[in-house]
């Protein structure tokens, strides 16, 4: 399926993770690899930790089976509050942090190229850890 195809149907989640293989589950993840991948690559932007501060993103912690755009006190993008009206779940973590802009067009996480392959299962991995 093409992306084009997808946007105009709106079926966007659907083809995100059809585009990233975010079916395939993430048990595989290694969150300890994951913590050091969040690190490298998510921390300048988001905390994960317990009642941590907002950064350019929101604080991260128990946002699996949270409700996107719910961290009261973050100011989201416009775009993101119209299109994200999705439970986080470790698929789409997975399809997010792969690929954000493809997600929610027009977000400000946007210009976030996305997390290598190879990092994305350990960060979801890490992710899980913090509930």
């Known amino acids: 399926m093409r992306y084009e195809t997808c946007r105009r149907s709106g079926l966007v989640l ?5 585009f990233l293989g975010a079916d395939r589950g993430h048990a595989a993840g290694d969150a ?3 913590k050091s991948a969040f690190v490298r690559q998510c ?5 994960v930790e317990e009642g941590g501060p907002n950064r350019f993103g929101p604080n991260l912690f128990g946002i699996l089976r949270r409700k996107a755009g719910a961290v009261a006190d973050f100011s989201y993008s416009r775009a993101f509050k119209a299109a994200a009206t999705w439970d986080w779940n470790q698929d789409l973590v997975a399809g997010w942090i792969g690929a954000p802009g493809v997600m929610v067009p027009g977000t400000a996480m946007g210009v976030f190229q996305g997390v290598a392959q190879s990092d994305r299962d ?8 913090q509930q």
């Open 14 to 18: 659907a083809c995100v993770s059809a």
């Open 43 to 47: 921390a300048i932007c988001h905390t």
């Open 32 to 34: 300890a690899k994951g």
């Open 122 to 129: 350990d960060i979801v991995a890490y992710l899980a850890t």
